[in-house]
């Protein structure tokens, strides 16, 4: 059974950060293309970052670069997002995704569509 599953989320001051980890397990996530994704209240779920299956690619949202970083250690089959100077825009529940396209192994796309398999996701709130 293929699985990912997000941990790190919580309740965060404006200006905080927080890491977010997507652990895989049943497969191995050398073969994947990885991206996150969120989804606020009353908004549909929108691209927030992804890296290849190289990890040779990433692309970010035009409102989270600068800010956040994703990364991957294909040794502990876990993904990374890296949160810092989080905005009470950033609250939303967050989802990792895997891709299994060829086609990806040297880019990724921002593409819900793109992406096979989803976590239950985790919930960040920014807040004072």
């Known amino acids: 059974q293929l699985q990912l599953v997000e941990s790190g989320g919580g309740l965060v001051q404006p200006g905080g950060s927080l890491r977010l980890s997507c652990a895989a397990s049943g497969f191995t996530l050398d073969y994947y293309a990885i991206g996150w994704f969120r989804q606020a209240p009353g908004k549909g779920r929108e691209g927030v970052s992804c890296?290849?299956?190289?990890?040779?690619?990433?692309n970010y949202a035009g409102s989270v670069k600068g800010r956040f970083t994703i990364s991957r250690n294909n040794a502990k089959n876990t993904v990374y997002l890296q949160m810092n100077n989080l905005k009470p825009e950033d609250t939303a529940i967050y989802y990792c995704?895997?891709?299994?396209?060829?086609?990806?192994?040297?880019?990724?796309?921002?593409?819900?569509?793109?992406?096979?398999?989803w976590g239950q996701g985790t919930q960040v709130t920014v807040s004072s």
């Open positions: 890296i290849s299956t190289s990890g040779g690619t990433t």
């Open positions: 995704a895997a891709a299994n396209r060829v086609t990806l192994f040297s880019v990724c796309l921002l593409d819900r569509l793109t992406y096979d398999y």
